[in-house]
């Protein structure tokens, strides 16, 4: 079946650690996108890629980095910079500038 | 001027009742609303998506009403069952033209509860 693979469901970081955030899809999409969700705040997204090879900022990228080497993957690395990391991450991808975004089950990182 | 405002950000409602949740925008170049439903544990599911060049979209028991001049659209979940119970998401973007970047602008989501 076409779909998204976030993984893993569950990550813990220690202090100063970096950690990577697995995002795979089959849909044949050329744009992939991730967000954090945090409580009563909606989904913000952190960055976004339209092709491979490139990629932008959204509207939270602050200690958070990404890359693009391959149009299936988009992987997410919480870096040591992003002070409160704790939340759920999600992946999304859909067709160039277009809709709907489908979305991973996403990922919960929390702080050891 | 980028964002969706939503409400309630909770709401409760019996078995069989109408559910209401809201969304104002003020950027009048959004021209594609979507919705979203979340259930725990798992990533937002387009449920119902609505263009501004129609004032009512109806999928089963969903419906968007939308209001232009207002810039305020809504979704309706009649007959709402304990199945329903899950977090529902507003979003917007622009669709078309060169101000297309892809990115969705959520909603701060509505927790809904259908009691049996």
């Known amino acids: 079946d076409g779909g998204i693979t976030q993984s893993p469901k569950y990550l813990f970081r220690k202090e100063g650690q970096n950690v990577t955030l697995s995002c795979e899809q089959n849909l044949n999409h050329d744009a992939m996108y991730w967000y954090r969700q945090d409580p009563g705040q909606g989904l913000r997204l952190i960055y976004y890629?339209?092709?491979?090879?490139?990629?932008q900022k959204g509207d939270i990228a602050e200690g958070y980095s990404v890359s693009r080497e391959k149009k299936e993957s988009f992987p997410l690395t919480v870096t040591s910079a992003q002070k409160n990391p704790t939340a759920f991450y999600l992946c999304?991808?859909?067709?160039?500038?277009?809709?709907?975004?489908?979305f991973g089950d996403g990922t919960r990182l929390s702080i050891l | 001027q980028q964002q969706v405002k939503q409400s309630p950000q909770s709401l409760i409602v019996q078995k069989g009742g109408i559910s209401i949740i809201n969304c104002a925008y003020e950027?009048?170049?959004?021209?594609?609303f979507p919705w979203y439903q979340q259930f725990p544990g798992k990533g937002p599911a387009l449920l119902i998506a609505i263009r501004p060049d129609v004032s009512e979209k109806k999928e089963g028991r969903f419906t968007i009403s939308f209001n232009k001049s207002a810039k305020q659209f809504s979704l309706h979940i009649m007959d709402s069952q304990p199945g329903d119970s899950a977090t529902y998401f507003c979003a917007a973007m622009t669709l078309h033209g060169s101000s297309n970047t892809g990115k969705l602008i959520f909603g701060q989501g509505t927790t809904l509860q259908v009691k049996p």
């Open positions: 950027n009048t170049a959004f021209d594609y």
């Open positions: 999304a991808s859909s067709t160039i500038g277009g809709q709907p975004q489908h």
């Open positions: 890629s339209q092709i491979v090879n490139d990629f």
